[in-house]
Nanobody
Framework: QLQLVESGGGLVQPGGSLRLSCAASGFSLDYHAIGWFRQAPGKERERVSCINNSGSSSNYADSVKGRFTISRDNAKNTVYLQMNSLKPEDTAIYYC??????????????WGQGTQVTVSS
C-alpha cells in the first residue's frame, strides 16, 4: 500500500510548539520533494513549506517563515514540520504530499489524510 500518514497534531496554546511528522510507506521518499499544506475552514488550501529530496533546499510561506522549520530523515522515510510560536491563525488541517519530482515542482503525486492543529487559549 502506498500512503503518507501525518501525525503530531493537537491542541496547543498560542505561543506553543508542535512537531508534525509525515511518514511514507510502500514507497521511498528519497526521490521526492515533500510539501506541507494546510486548510482552515472557509479558506483555500495553502502551501506552508516544501523540501527537496535530499533536504538541501527548502522554502516557506511568508505567513510561517521564521516560525516553522521543515526537515527530513530519509533513513526513517519521514519528513517533519517543527512549528514554533504558534498563532490562532495557524489552526487548520495539515497535510503532507509527495511531489512527482525530486524538487518542489508543485506536481503532487500522493497525499496524506491530514492531522488537525488547533491553536487556542
Amino acid at each position: 500500500q502506498l500512503q503518507l500518514v501525518e501525525s503530531g497534531g493537537g491542541l496547543v496554546q498560542p505561543g506553543g510548539s508542535l512537531r508534525l511528522s509525515c511518514a511514507a510507506s510502500g514507497f521511498s521518499l528519497d526521490y521526492h520533494a515533500i510539501g506541507w499544506f494546510r486548510q482552515a475552514p472557509g479558506k483555500e488550501r495553502e502551501r506552508v513549506s516544501c523540501i527537496n529530496n535530499s533536504g538541501s533546499s527548502s522554502n516557506y510561506a511568508d505567513s510561517v517563515k521564521g516560525r516553522f522549520t521543515i526537515s527530513r530523515d530519509n533513513a526513517k522515510n519521514t519528513v517533519y514540520l517543527q512549528m514554533n510560536s504558534l498563532k490562532p491563525e495557524d489552526t487548520a488541517i495539515y497535510y503532507c504530499a509527495a511531489d512527482l519530482y525530486y524538487y518542489c515542482s508543485n506536481t503532487w503525486q500522493y497525499w496524506g489524510q491530514g492531522t488537525q492543529v488547533t491553536v487556542s487559549s
